[in-house]
Each structure stands twice: as C-alpha cells, then as structure tokens.
C-alpha cells in the first residue's frame, strides 16, 4: 500500500509563489513515477507535471516554465514549486505515485493524495 499527503497550499497573491510538498509512504511496493495534478470545482481533473525516479520530467503546456517539479526519493517525496501564479490556478491540487509491488505477481498501482488547495487571489 501506498499513502500520500501533500501540503503546502494555501491563499497566495496573483503573481506570488508557493511550493507544494507530498510525502509518500510505500509498505512492500516500489515507487516510481510521481506527479501533480489539479481539480476546480466543476472542472475536469488536469495534469500537470511527473517525475520518474530517474529524474526525467514532464510538463503540461499550461504550467511550462512557471511550475518545477522535483523530487527526494530517499525521502520519497515529491515537489512542486509554483510560481507567477494566476488566478485560474486556483484548484485543489493531488499528487499521485505510480509504484510496483515487491511481492509476486508484482502489481503495478496508481495511488493518490487526498488534495491540498490552492487560492490564488486577484
């Protein structure tokens, strides 16, 4: 099994920044891609970046050169830092980790945090 929590949301200035964090811990699997994605009410989820264990990143159109991803994965944590942030970047924001089990039939599994939300304000 693996449980995620991010953290780091919060109100924020149009223009400002924040920086996201989530923890992933994993109990007999492996993790390797981790990614960012984000949900406005009413509106459909939105994927925004990944990161593979080796570091090869991956960006939607609409966050490119304004979001980074990164990650510690001694620490199996995962981050993204926002920056020249606009009010339609306001969505409750999940992280996600695609792991393997360590154990036969070696299951491949998609988990997700339960959100952390992000106000961007005008």
């Known amino acids: 099994q693996v449980q995620l929590v991010e953290s780091g949301g919060g109100l924020v200035q149009a223009g400002g920044s924040l920086r996201l964090s989530c923890a992933a811990s994993?109990?007999?699997?492996?993790?390797?891609?981790m990614g960012w994605y984000r949900q406005a009410p009413g509106k459909q989820r939105e994927f925004l970046a990944t990161?593979?264990?080796?570091?090869?990143?991956n960006y939607a159109n609409s966050v490119k050169g304004r979001f980074a991803i990164s990650r510690d994965n001694a620490k199996n944590t995962v981050f993204l830092q926002m920056n020249r942030l606009k009010p339609e970047d306001t969505a409750s924001y999940y992280c996600?980790?695609?792991?393997?089990?360590?154990?036969?039939?070696?299951?491949?599994?998609?988990?997700w945090g339960q959100g952390t939300q992000v106000t961007v304000s005008s």
């Open positions: 996600n980790a695609e792991s393997q089990a360590t154990f036969y039939p070696y299951t491949r599994v998609t988990d």
């Open positions: 994993a109990t007999r699997f492996t993790i390797n891609s």
């Open positions: 990161i593979t264990s080796g570091g090869s990143t």
